[in-house]
């Protein structure tokens, strides 16, 4: 059974930087897609970035690209580096891993990820 364990949420000011970490804790045996969500209050838990099992495939929402930057250094752990943060990206960041399926399936729906972390929060202050 994979665990996944996020952290290094908090509370920043807009324009500020933050890195989301997330560790695989046990139950990997290889490398798989693994991807960033976020839910904010009263919406849906929408994709943010993934990325491939190799790491050298990424794909990002609209609304962050060019301003998050997802990677990963091994099999277990995967970063989120968030700069210039707007208050809208507050939210709650789940970490999400894709043991099923190759890379590209459909990177960008939760219904694709079967492992799930707890979520970190994420509130940005104007």
């Known amino acids: 059974q994979v665990q996944l364990v996020e952290s290094g949420g908090g509370l920043v000011q807009a324009g500020d930087s933050l890195r989301l970490s997330c560790a695989a804790s046990r139950g990997i045996s290889r490398p798989y897609s693994m991807a960033w969500f976020r839910q904010a209050p009263g919406q849906e838990r929408e994709f943010v970035a993934a990325?491939?099992?190799?790491?050298?495939?990424t794909d990002y929402a609209d609304s962050v690209k060019g301003r998050f930057t997802i990677s990963r250094v091994n099999a277990k752990i995967m970063y989120l580096q968030m700069n210039s943060l707007k208050p809208e990206d507050t939210a709650v960041y789940y970490c999400?891993?894709?043991?099923?399926?190759?890379?590209?399936?459909?990177?960008?729906?939760?219904?694709?990820?079967?492992?799930w972390g707890q979520g970190t929060q994420v509130t940005v202050s104007s």
């Open positions: 999400a891993l894709d043991s099923l399926r190759s890379w590209g399936t459909c990177p960008k729906s939760r219904i694709c990820y079967n492992y």
């Open positions: 990325i491939s099992p190799s790491g050298g495939s």
